[in-house]
């Protein structure tokens, strides 16, 4: 059951919640496709679970539609604290590559996929006013660091894996994204992240200022759930207020058109981020993944 | 004795100072909230002390104009390099609560609190072009966490805890000083302590990259003083252009009016982040700690 | 032999490079003052060693040159991989001190210096989309800190040291240069640097967070080549896609000349920071240290 239909707790507008939350699932069919969760807690805290099994919750475009409907249904909500978790022992291992060929290879469509599909999911986690605490066991790559960069609080495993190794798949991080994770890892963590391909222990997060607080793997449900308590009993409203400054500090002023900010330009500039579509390594990145052998560039 | 008057070193044009700083004083009743403190120190080091007594030196409104008074005097000053810390082995344990009552439940007044008071005294700091060495022992909460970050260096005891619990009393902190503590303890560290109310070792925030270094806790007065020693020793125009540049790198450049930094849209936008005054809330927060009962959100 | 012309590997116009820096150098008189040596290895890592004998590869006028032109070179060919390191197992110890005197006491050749040499150099790194991977053995001073943070992944020895004790010269960091050391090694270490001449060891860095990796000493080369060698068998296209974006995002957007950045107001507004050039501290800085004497300042 994609989306769970029982609120409790400090969701005053919670019914309301849920008949237009489920309006949006029977519009989508996330059978084969993983989906993501949602299912409220007590005291205000709402649960949004990752689910794509086989795949350690790897993200398909369903899961990045249903990650925005849902974030933007606890925004609208009287929701307190949000605890964002992966199914079966995993945070989410990435993108869902075998839908990657369906539309990477054309840049309207790749476009289409990064600015609408993924940062509408990211964005609409960045856009809540209400706290987010990360849950994360297991393989946090790619996708996962993403959607965890957009968290608030973030409590790993000793155990969990950090990183984003697409160059391996033969394509860059789209532009808003990259900054997205630039800015939650560091600079030093994201080259070496997207340059070396490499990877990280939840410990070298921890001292790189990207993780709250690391525990033993079997705790982390339990101080993820404790930290979201904790922030669910303290002042909702001041809550909501910090997060919508430190928001609006990175957002640059609207100048009547006159000065875009650099991801702005970048996106839709004269060179197109998304021009690579086409490109032979993005296509050997992709299919040899998918054929299982070591691609070469 | 608030302002002392005596001024040795390098301070060329301290006596002069002295008495500019003197006549503040006297316009100024300290008695009954506490005071900040300046001695004139050997080699050019002034030491800026926080002092209320029995409340772990919480910063009153009165302290919060003194500290503007000081530094725009140091400033002004031929002084090398500043000490900052509090008495009784204490750095500050927040803002005098014991006021609020009196002006944050109206939005010009708090306004005028944060706006005035609070970010006149830490520009202040931000804009002495001399270095500002903080000595930090015990509780570095809230103003204190503020104070500490306006400082070029920062030396702590081991014992020393670090924070800004202000959701226990039901308000979010001021915009200024939201940027200001997140670009100095960093982002993950500024959530915890905002929205889970989270506090930090000094080992904490000196992995988290807020202090410079962590001693013994009875080392901490002399390795500040050290440090402000060596720092007296340097070339001091150096050092004042070096403050500049850096702080003139966070300043956005003048626009003619076009282009107004993100926090003075946040400050003077259409959403008045000083709204909440009259919130229950607010009221709830404060109500309940000069009650010393939990609050109920 | 100062630029050597065998390549290897994956460099496909790599003969054209040659002789084009080849021509470049025939210009270049760098006997007497150090050299930054390129020689192409396996598999198109090229490596980039800086060389002054008896000096700590300190960085001459010539060599920024040199640095700008190898870069340059490397930017026009298809090199995968760049490895920068010193010679004699130190980094670099800073700039050349013994040259000072010859031009820094005046403001506009002080501001040549800084403006077209050294950020010329350091640009041309910046500027390069081929990834660079840092070798760090011993010294990494001054200029060094500034070379390393143009490198996009940082392998230190054990034993490396770090740090801009310039303020010992009398002198502050030049307004582009603060503000690259700056943002590579956080604002706390950026002012111990300059301000109290602070010098760190390796895992001060690394926790810092500008550091990479930190290997035993012996094993800095090997490394660093490995790491080289992990970057360039991954897709070369996404790699400089990636640094692009992550150099645009820095850069603000053109606005008709009417919103220069920050940068731009310090090193060309009304303020001159290459003003200091002919003052007393300036010239005792330079003057003692190459006296062999402590500064008075």
């Known amino acids: ?3 769970q239909s029982q609120f409790h707790g400090g969701l005053g507008d919670g019914a309301a919640l849920v008949r237009r939350l489920w309006g949006c699932v029977k519009r989508m069919d996330s059978k084969m496709s993983g989906e993501v ?35 933007e249904g606890i925004q609208a909500s ?33 476009r289409d996929f990064h600015e609408n599909d993924v940062w509408g999911g990211l964005n609409a ?3 809540c ?3 987010i605490v990360a849950s994360i066991s297991g393989a946090c790559m790619g996708a996962g660091v993403e959607i965890a960069s957009c968290c608030d609080v973030r409590v790993a495993g000793a155990a ?19 900054q997205l994770v630039a800015a939650a890892v560091g600079e030093t963590a994201a080259r070496q992240m997207l340059l070396e391909a490499a990877t990280f222990t939840a410990a070298d997060m921890l001292a790189r ?15 993820a759930l ?21 928001r609006a500090l990175k957002t640059p002023p609207a100048l009547d058109g006159k000065a875009p900010a650099a991801i702005e330009m970048i996106v839709s500039g004269p060179h197109d981020p998304y021009a690579y579509a086409d490109s032979a390594e993005h296509r050997e990145g992709i299919t040899a993944f998918l054929a299982k052998r070591p691609p070469v560039f």
């Open 1 to 3: 059951m994609a989306w």
């Open 37 to 71: 969760l949602m299912n409220a807690g007590e005291g205000g805290v709402v649960h949004v679970t990752l689910r794509h099994a086989g795949r350690l919750n790897a993200m398909s475009r369903t899961m990045w539609r249903q990650l925005r409907s849902v974030f």
């Open 78 to 110: 009287s929701a307190r604290c949000v605890v964002m978790a992966g199914e079966s022992g995993a945070f989410c291992a990435g993108g869902d590559i075998s839908e990657y060929p369906g539309f990477r290879f054309d840049a309207a469509a790749l």
């Open 125 to 127: 986690m960045l856009a």
């Open 129 to 131: 006013d209400v706290p």
């Open 160 to 178: 969990a894996r950090f990183g984003a190794p697409i160059a391996k798949l033969g394509f860059p991080m789209a532009p808003r994204e990259a």
């Open 209 to 223: 200022g990207f993780l709250s607080r690391v525990v033993p793997d079997d705790d982390v449900p339990a101080e």
């Open 226 to 246: 404790a930290s979201a308590r904790r922030i669910a009993a303290l002042a909702p409203g001041a809550a909501r207020m910090n997060k919508q400054v430190l």
